[in-house]
């Protein structure tokens, strides 16, 4: 007998989902502590990335940046945050890049030098990974995807959205 493969069964790392998380202290691009300004007020969109891994799923965030008006919605924000610990890049390098790449756009970027994300949330390793995260304003992490994203994983992200916009 063959089995569906769900959404849960695609992940291969991190929590069980849905999963309760907390705000963490990370910190802004000026190295000044800060968490997740709309924790608790907002759904969460998080874009969390080893900037080694920065071209993985290339197509995917082209198609983001593309669908932007549609999967932003007042009840949502978004989030880049770079996972400098994992990093064989020079963080102040890394900080410069991202502050001129966000400009203009609704994300607010972040940065995590010591892992406080993946670690607090048992995201698990995302050395190398392009991670994408969704947590409602009741702070469940209720989508999490590592890595390289399959057709699946893809269509599970915006039937994810769709749900909370």
């Not at 998380?21 to 800060?34: E, G, I």
């Not at 990335?49 to 919605?73: C, G, I, K, M, T």
């Not at 990093?87 to 970027?109: C, F, H, W």
């Not at 992200?157 to 769709?162: G, P, R």
Request: a negative charge; aromatic letters at 10%.
């Amino acid at each position: 007998m063959l089995s569906i493969p769900t959404a849960a069964a695609q992940q291969t790392q991190g929590p069980r989902l849905p999963a309760k998380v907390a705000d963490v202290t990370l910190t802004d691009l000026d190295k000044n502590p800060t968490g997740f300004s709309e924790y608790g007020h907002k759904h969460l969109m998080i874009f969390y990335v080893d900037p080694d891994a920065h071209r993985q799923n290339r197509e995917f965030q082209a198609e983001l940046e593309a669908r932007q008006p549609e999967l932003y919605s007042p009840d949502i924000q978004s989030y880049a945050v770079l996972n400098l610990k994992d990093t064989i890049l020079p963080n102040g390098i890394v900080r410069s890049i991202a502050d001129r790449r966000t400009k203009g756009q609704p994300s607010i970027s972040l940065a995590d030098t010591n892992r406080v994300l993946s670690t607090e949330w048992g995201l698990g390793d995302c050395n190398g990974k392009f991670c994408l995260l969704f947590v409602t304003r009741d702070g469940e992490l209720v989508y999490f995807r590592a890595g390289e994203f399959t057709a699946q994983d893809r269509a599970d992200f915006y039937d994810t959205v769709a749900q909370y916009q």
